[in-house]
């Protein structure tokens, strides 16, 4: 199973992007999938997370500008990004809970990280 980030770049304050990260191999299920963010110096933090119901949370910092959506049929989850600001610079990760075939075990899953920074 391998998780694949793309979306970012470079973009002035207050512009949008859209990552998107795709899951890919013997997938039997996904249930939760998320993005993270870690910025130099800083620890990773969640940025936002949805279920497989369709249910999400956002960090405080980035609730109302942030969406994160997920299509089943794709085993992807996108993060529209809106109202970007200079603190949103960071790598960017996603990750899901994944359940292969023939495995009982649910395991967490992560992609490669894509690069976002916010700059004029």
């Known amino acids: 199973v391998q998780l694949q980030a793309s979306g970012g770049g470079l973009v002035q304050p207050g512009g949008s992007l859209r990552l998107s990260c795709a899951a890919s191999?013997?997938?039997?299920?996904?249930?939760?999938m998320g993005w993270y963010r870690q910025a130099p110096g800083k620890q990773r933090e969640l940025v936002a997370g949805i279920t497989s119901g369709g249910s999400s949370d956002y960090a405080d910092s980035v609730k109302g500008r942030f969406s994160i959506s997920r299509d089943d049929a794709k085993n992807t989850v996108y993060l529209q990004m809106n109202n970007l600001k200079p603190e949103d610079t960071a790598v960017y990760y996603c990750?899901?809970?994944?359940?292969?075939?023939?495995?009982?075990?649910?395991?967490?899953?992560w992609g490669q990280g894509t690069q976002v920074t916010v700059s004029s």
């Open positions: 191999g013997s997938i039997f299920s996904i249930n939760d």
């Open positions: 990750n899901a809970d994944i359940r292969r075939w023939g495995i009982r075990t649910i395991l967490k899953y």
